[in-house]
């Protein structure tokens, strides 16, 4: 496949799922708008289209709470081929949202595209307007997830993780109950191989926590300290930092100093904090289970992730030569938990296989740290994938066998954004 055809191919993927206003994931399994998603999508919209990139952004940012969260999901319109729906959630909203939240990369989108844009004028007007509403976003992190001010948020439900099934969270999600959680019909598996996504044992404790944070009335002040699913997540926590950082950066462009110092404050506390979290045996960060005040020894994509904050040169290093443990054990790079571990599932999820949003991200991060050399590996790979298997939701990092649903908007625009900054060949 040539780089005009790859390129022109991603793009279609993204007029596909566009909504006008918005993109879903994909047809079918993901029929709303989702956070992240949205986010990284926009950068693949940025090259050839900056208004409708700016316009996804702004849509999500519109239904953000008065509390400053942004919900991970916002359900434009009636589908009952997802579950769970509006009906589940409860959260009483305008246009009804789900009640958690996402990666904050937001504001890492909003700095990134604005710094490229031709059009000055949109894109001056359109981070003015979002990037108080990010930095909002941002300190509701630090308030509602981080109460007693440690620098680092941790997640309540692991949908907001976006590693929904990941490894880390087993230990930690088995304290989740089932009890009373009553019968449901999930929707997933009818659009995609039950093999490829989480098990009904772990749908019902999701779905418990949903229900226990209804029960609260979506207080966020409440949430955390009732929850019982407490995880501090490395990956997490370098997006927001990332995000933080850039949003100083752009506020100081846009003359907003009060964001600028804020903002900054912010990632300068977390980026400190982020040490607490290194493991010299594992070789990369570690999640915190913050109920056991324990780190968690599973060694998955979020301890490596972490690469994407500005984190000090030394373990920007570290986590390129763990990169380089894992290649020796897999194809592609770079699966979302080490093939030598038993928890290594190649096709399940977030269990194994190879995402190339986090590959996007991770590889910026080794870029920005002096690892060119390792990130254009995994950029190669990226598109290796892409030729081999098309635009999955996720790929097997040994086989490529291409997992989840079909004609992927941000495995699109990661494609886009990846051929559109760097000379690969395919």
Known sequence: MQKSDML???????RDNDRGTYTVPTHGLYPFQWNWDSALSALGFSHFDEARAWTEIDTLMAHQWDDGMVPH?????????????????????????????????????????????????LADRMARTLVPKIHAWHQWFYRCRDPQGTGLVALLHPWESGRDNSADWDEAFARVP???????????TTHANPAHRPTDDQYKRYIWLVQKFRSLDWDNRKLHDASPFQVVDPGFNAILIRSC????????????????TQSRALADKALAAMDTLWSDAAGQYLCLDRRLGALVPSLSIGGILAAFAPLPLNRVQALSARIETLAQSCTYLVPSHDPTTPEFEGLRYWRGPVWLIVNYMIADGLIRAGEGAMAERIMQDC?????????????????????GGAHFTWTAAMIIEIFSTRDLVS
């Open 245 to 260: 950082a850039d949003l100083a950066d752009l506020a100081e462009v846009l003359n907003l100093p009060d964001i600028a």
């Open 178 to 188: 089932t009890d009373g959680v009553g019968t449901f019909t999930r929707r997933d």
């Open 8 to 14: 022109n191919h991603a793009r279609t993927v993204l």
């Open 383 to 403: 598109a290796r994938l892409i030729v081999k298997s098309g635009f999955a939701e996720y790929h097997d990092p040994i086989t490529a066998e291409p997992c």
């Open 73 to 121: 999901i916002i359900f434009h319109e009636p589908d009952d081929g997802y579950f769970p729906g509006p009906d589940v959630w409860g959260t009483d909203r305008p246009t009804p949202t789900s009640g958690i939240t996402q990666p904050p990369v937001a504001g890492f989108a909003v700095r990134r595209i604005h710094d490229r844009a031709t059009d000055r004028d």
